[in-house]
């Protein structure tokens, strides 16, 4: 035999054995996200709500505070965009500054109760037994109420303001990823390289959190920017029927709910705030809308 | 001279793959004669299972297209048959089974319904007949108890049995042609050789051409007259059974032959192909097997060979410029 | 005289058997009393087909799965005995090679990273120590440093199984079970793949449990070969012997099935009757009866015994098979 036949791979790497080239898994994603107009705007207006709370209190063309009684409930004018409200502040700026507190709460809430979740749900899928069953019932139980009164029964016991808001919010946020997570990890778990981990040595925590954990990731994304929108939605609820902001503050559920007693004189007072609210949590179901159809690998 | 059952002519296949066309299977020609079993080799992604789909014109509609060539079936080009003639050749005249028996059986149907809706797709008799002739195919193919297994849903069947169940289906109409995608690879060895057992037989029985489509050097060893070997979606070679293993021409048809385990044989190291199958995208110039050769020349990196006689027993065919036009005088220097 | 790197003694493991909400789970019978020993530096072939429990046993050896009863020792400690915790620190000198190279690898690491796992957990290693013994290992696998930073996804099945291999090493084990790890791989990325093996056991010492359902291949790289039936091992013998003189019908078979490349040697196919029987419904008496051309009245009556029927040969059957021009060497007490 000649030496070419004993050469062996160990011995020898060419270019039969050279890989395609990297292919950025960041860029295919950008790309394909990108074919999503829908959720390329909505992300967009996101983008500007975030500089709007980041921002807004430098450019808001009036004070927030500033009243000007000669111009009460005026519509939309060339001084006023948006128009004003009944002790004659402007809306437009008020909305704009309220951007910070509406938004901050409703991320905050759902931040909180995702991390939650995702821990609970770590927990539960990874031990089972009597460990799952307590933290499923838990979420069952709250599953069974509707969000809205879950909301209010908790701010009912804790009081009315913002913080106790996002911790009603952050509550009822809770379930559902505590769910998802606990099924993610129940497959995740069972995979191949799970039981590689264990056979290597590794230890629970580290398993759950190198090996396990990330795999549950992607189902996790989606759901997050939807509960952003429901927490906008809920916070905005709740300063409406009065438990959140208090008067003082620009915050859109509770201009909205001012808002209520000139709906016949001043209609611009209900509107702007609650367009508003509509669009954003629009653009944050949009936005989810195309995370999900950006990450799920059979759709182009 | 036997009566030839298919002849495929220069079949080009092609995928849809990111808005261009792919070439998965090129000048692809063999045939098939009446009660002999020919062996269709090659690894994973060499398009052979493609070919057998084409023949079968089983291919995904809207993304994969037959490009040229033609199949013909007793003389006539079943490429171009309509939908309703083509249904009645399948399964009646050509049959085929596959490789996962286990996956080819709907899991929420019994066995029963199965093999009598085949039946009655290509007979026009009553359902009781129908049942009979179930039972008896079912016997046919060795299964002991057919009336229980006709009763049965597939998950309550072994691999071997529902293989079985598959031939039977596959024979109920007694198709002139069978094509067999790799059958035993998921089967267990002894399993295997029942199954092995049991299509010879029908081979001398009825008469019955066989397409066997495997990567088991083995199992064509034992059960083929002639082999055709593919790469890359090409034939590379084709030879009389006897003939190819004592003195396979293509390097590629070598290195698979060399570097298969053989029982009995004692050895403690294999020689092997270095390198893997290219991408269909991304297929070299020339001949498709030269960044794996050992005897590549220049000439192989820029023109392709064409398939050409290999002086021998008349029948053998080989894609390589080493072996082209070879008239037997050019000593055998390039074997090793 | 060494002492062997593992000793499996009479393990028995089943499966399932609790109670559903309707009705009992059936229990499987999956490892009905195996025994072997394996010596250092040899490679331990664990062959049979679907079903019979090999990749149980594996499992069972790594502590994957705990058995019902019986003993497995590993550095003068019976395993079976250990929890979880206990045997972490065992781990790192039994390593496992897996049979899905698809699977075995987490998809969302590098390569680098999958392969310094077991000295992350096993070492006290600097990162530019694990990553100096990380690209060592990769040029002995025959792949290069710059596939390091790439993913599991980029690699073919070839490929990713000489990354597991890798992996493998890198705590210098005293065993390594390698379950079925060429049989997803085409045939010729299998001889890629065994000759690595080959070699490394040659560099390294290794010694390898190889669990395989493919004779041939274990033909090539065993040193010793167990055949398994139904959870139970038939036939033990030393490599030349098992093909030269197989004694167990059931091996007889096997070895007569599989098909040979070789056109002119036209094999001589012993057909077993029938299926294989039931986990869940275990065959009275010989495990094997229900299909065993020789089977005899005592066969389905009465348990054989394993026995040594030559020096190092074992064999659990009433009735071994000679060929014709044995019977005088037989020594069959009945």
Same mark, same amino acid.
């Given at each position: ?300 | ?145 057919? #009336? ?72 064509? &060893? ?35 032959? #060399? ?21 269909? &995208? ?55 | ?28 019978? &999956? ?54 915790? #206990? ?248």
């Amino acid at each position: 035999m000649s030496d070419k036949d004993k050469t062996t791979s160990v011995d020898r790497f060419d270019e039969a054995e050279a890989l395609p080239t990297q292919k950025s898994r960041r860029k295919e994603f950008v790309q394909k996200f990108m074919k999503r107009k829908t959720a390329v705007i909505s992300l967009i207006f996101i983008v500007l709500l975030l500089l709007a709370a980041i921002f807004g209190s430098y450019m808001a063309p009036y004070d927030v505070d500033q009243a000007d009684y000669n111009n009460l409930l005026q519509g939309p004018s060339a001084q006023h965009i948006w128009g004003t409200d009944e002790f004659g502040r402007d809306i437009f700026s008020r909305l704009l500054v309220g951007t910070r507190l509406s938004l901050a709460s409703a991320l905050s809430a759902t931040i909180a109760g995702t991390v939650l979740g995702i821990v609970l749900g770590l927990i539960a899928g990874y031990y089972g037994g009597w460990i799952d069953s307590l933290i499923m019932r838990a979420c069952d139980v709250l599953f069974s109420f509707p969000d809205i009164l879950l909301a209010i029964a908790i701010v009912a016991v804790l009081g009315p303001g913002i913080t106790n808001v996002i911790i009603a919010v952050a509550v009822f946020t809770v379930p559902s990823f505590a769910r998802i997570i606990r099924g993610a990890t129940i497959t995740v778990k069972e995979s191949l390289y799970v039981e590689v981990a264990r056979s290597i040595g590794c230890k629970n925590w580290r398993i759950l959190w190198v090996h396990v954990f990330p795999g549950t990731v992607q189902s996790v994304i989606v759901n997050f920017t939807m509960r952003v929108g429901t927490a906008i939605l809920a916070a905005s609820s709740l300063s409406f029927l009065g438990f959140g902001a208090n008067v003082t503050q620009p915050d859109w559920g509770a201009m909205l709910s001012q808002g209520r007693n000139y709906l016949n004189t001043a209609p611009h007072i209900v509107l702007f705030p609650g367009i508003l609210i509509f669009v954003t949590v629009l653009a944050f179901n949009l936005l989810g809308d195309g995370l999900r159809d950006t990450l799920d690998p059979r759709m182009n | 001279m036997a009566e030839r059952l298919l002849d495929v002519k220069n079949l080009r296949t092609e995928f849809q793959r990111d808005k261009s066309w792919v070439t998965a299977v090129n000048e692809v020609s063999f045939h098939i004669d009446r009660g002999e079993i020919v062996g269709l080799v090659g690894e994973s992604g060499c398009g052979k299972s493609v070919t057998s789909l084409s023949v079968m014109r089983l291919l995904p509609p809207k993304t994969s297209r037959i490009s040229e060539g033609k199949v013909l079936f007793h003389g006539k080009d079943i490429l171009k048959d309509n939908k309703k003639e083509m249904k009645k050749i399948r399964g009646r005249e050509i049959s085929m089974i596959f490789q996962e028996p286990m996956n080819s059986l709907n899991p929420c149907m019994r066995i029963s319904k199965q093999i009598i809706e085949a039946i009655l797709l290509h007979n026009d008799i009553s359902k009781g007949e129908a049942h009979r002739r179930a039972f008896d195919v079912l016997k046919s193919v060795g299964i002991p108890d057919p #009336e229980m297994t006709l009763n049965s849903y597939p998950h309550q069947l072994s691999g071997g049995m529902c293989q079985r169940v598959m031939i039977a289906m596959a024979m109920s109409c007694e198709p002139e042609l069978l094509i067999a995608d790799e059958p035993t690879t998921a089967l267990d060895v002894t399993i295997q050789a029942q199954i092995l057992e049991l299509m010879e037989g029908i081979k001398e029985k009825r008469n019955t051409g066989i397409l066997m489509i495997t990567h088991d050097l083995g199992v064509v &060893a034992e059960m083929c007259s002639r082999i055709i070997v593919m790469y890359a979606g090409r034939i590379v070679e084709e030879a009389p059974v006897k003939e190819l293993f004592a003195s396979p021409k293509h390097p590629y048809t070598q290195g698979l032959i #060399e570097s298969v385990p053989k029982l009995g044989s004692d050895v403690s190291s294999l020689p092997f192909i270095p390198g893997s199958v290219p991408d269909l &995208a991304s297929m070299p110039k020339g001949c498709k097997f030269a960044p794996r050769c050992k005897y590549a020349m220049d000439i192989c990196r820029q023109k392709e060979p064409d398939l050409t006689p290999v002086y021998g027993s008349g029948n053998r065919r080989c894609r390589c410029v080493l072996h082209d036009g070879d008239k037997g005088d050019k000593k055998e220097e390039v074997k090793v | 005289m060494s002492e062997p790197v593992v000793s499996v003694k009479n393990v028995v493991k089943t499966f399932g058997g609790g109670k559903g909400f309707f009705s009992k789970k059936p229990l499987v019978h &999956a490892i009905n009393g195996v025994s072997f020993d394996i010596m250092p530096g040899e490679t331990f072939g664990l062959v049979g087909e679907s079903g019979c429990g090999k990749s149980t046993t594996g499992r069972l050896i790594d502590h994957l799965l705990s058995s019902d009863s019986g003993e497995i020792w590993f550095d003068r400690k019976d395993i079976t005995k250990l929890t979880e915790n #206990e045997m972490r620190p065992v781990r790192a000198d039994i390593q496992m090679i897996f049979q899905d190279p698809y699977g075995s690898l987490n998809p969302r690491r590098r390569i680098s990273d999958l392969i310094a796992e077991p000295l992350l957990i096993h070492t006290d290693m600097s990162e530019r120590e694990r990553q100096k013994e990380v690209n060592d290992l990769l040029r002995v696998v025959g792949l290069s440093p710059a596939h390091g930073e790439r993913y599991p996804h980029e690699f073919s099945g070839g490929q990713r199984q000489r990354i597991g291999i890798a992996r493998a090493l890198t705590v210098h084990p005293k065993l390594i079970i390698a379950d079925e790890p060429v049989s997803a791989l085409d045939v010729s990325i299998q001889a890629q793949v065994l000759n690595l093996m080959s070699k490394l056991q040659k560099d390294y010492n290794l010694t390898y449990l190889f669990i395989s359902h493919d004779l041939s291949v274990v033909e090539m790289i065993a040193d010793r070969i167990a055949v398994m039936y139904l959870g139970t091992i038939v036939e033990t013998a030393s490599k030349k012997e098992l093909f030269e003189h197989p004694r167990h019908p059931y091996t007889r078979a096997l070895l007569s099935a599989v098909p040979i490349p070789d056109p002119t040697k036209k094999s001589d196919r012993i057909l077993l009757k029938g299926d294989l029987p039931s986990t869940t419904n275990l065959p009275s008496g010989c495990l094997f009866h229900t299909r065993c051309r020789y089977c005899q009245e005592r066969c389905i009556r009465e348990r054989p015994k394993t026995r040594e029927i030559s020096k190092g040969h074992f064999i659990k059957c009433h009735y071994p098979v000679f060929d014709e021009d044995e019977k005088e060497e037989r020594d069959v007490s009945v």
